[in-house]
């Protein structure tokens, strides 16, 4: 008999939902009394996985030697947006992150601005949804690092990573994708925003410029492409209101591993 890991479950119950929206049957998704019932579900494991590990538990970390002979590229391939092929073309020169939302001083970094700052080096497993894994080395500031500056106020709780991916050809084309965590995964040592991948700058298919690595959960809370973070007490208000781009057809929001 196969053992139901976890990981095993998390695959197949965010596929079923995944599966569920892609064949445009999200009625049972839709639905106030599924969708509460799945969002208590998700409450739950949360907390379960936090009490059981500890807020700063760690992802396993691994050696050099461990890394992946290929890494396929998760989500989309590259932005479909006319102002990140101006960037791209220029070497990302004029690309900004903003930091905005609830926080006391607004900021704005170039790339260069984050490699000057300290970096975090971190070889890990990304672990797809679509059940492959692989494993790489990222480089990157930390977010904690990024953030202390901006001086979050005292009602902030998430993070809302907003990117460049248009995403206006897939799906039902409702614009571009976003994701969120909450501050006790942005604060946790492991979550960077990577610049490179295997000592390399990240390629356009791995999220060039910027992409964020939440190492303890699973490949699509990994946003690419990051353009601007919001700082947010809700992400109710934002798009289909579950806090992410896959969120919104079915998604887990906390896809934790």
């Avoid at 020169?93 to 490699?115: C, H, N, T």
């Avoid at 994708?177 to 000592?199: G, K, R, V, W």
Wanted: charged share 25%.
């Amino acid at each position: 008999m196969n053992k139901l890991t976890r990981r095993r479950f998390l695959f197949g119950g965010t596929l079923g939902a995944g599966a569920l929206v892609l064949s445009g049957c999200d009625a049972a998704v839709q639905d106030d009394g599924v969708a509460g019932l799945i969002r208590s579900a998700e409450q739950l494991t949360m907390k379960t996985q936090r009490l059981l590990q500890g807020r700063h538990a760690l992802a396993r970390e691994f050696s050099e030697a461990d890394i992946s002979p290929s890494f396929r590229v998760n989500g989309t391939s590259a932005p479909d947006s006319g102002e990140y092929a101006r960037l791209l073309e220029g070497n990302f020169a004029d690309w900004r992150l903003k930091i905005d939302g609830l926080v006391e001083r607004p900021q704005e970094y170039s790339l260069a601005d984050l490699r000057k700052m300290p970096a975090r080096s971190q070889i890990t497993r990304h672990d797809c949804v679509e059940g492959w894994s692989a494993i790489a080395k990222w480089t990157g500031v930390p977010l904690a690092t990024v953030l202390a500056p901006a001086g979050l106020k005292p009602n902030a709780r998430y993070a809302v990573f907003h990117c460049a991916d248009e995403l206006e050809k897939t799906l039902d084309g409702s614009g571009r994708y976003y994701e969120s965590i909450d501050l006790i995964d942005a604060y946790h040592p492991q979550t960077i925003l990577a610049y490179a991948m295997n000592d390399q700058d990240l390629m356009v298919g791995h999220g060039a410029p910027l992409r964020l690595r939440v190492e303890r959960q699973l490949g699509y809370k990994q946003a690419k492409y990051i353009t601007r973070i919001e700082i947010v007490d809700s992400y109710a208000g934002l798009w289909g209101g579950n806090g992410g781009y896959w969120e919104d057809r079915g998604y887990e929001w906390y896809a934790g591993i």
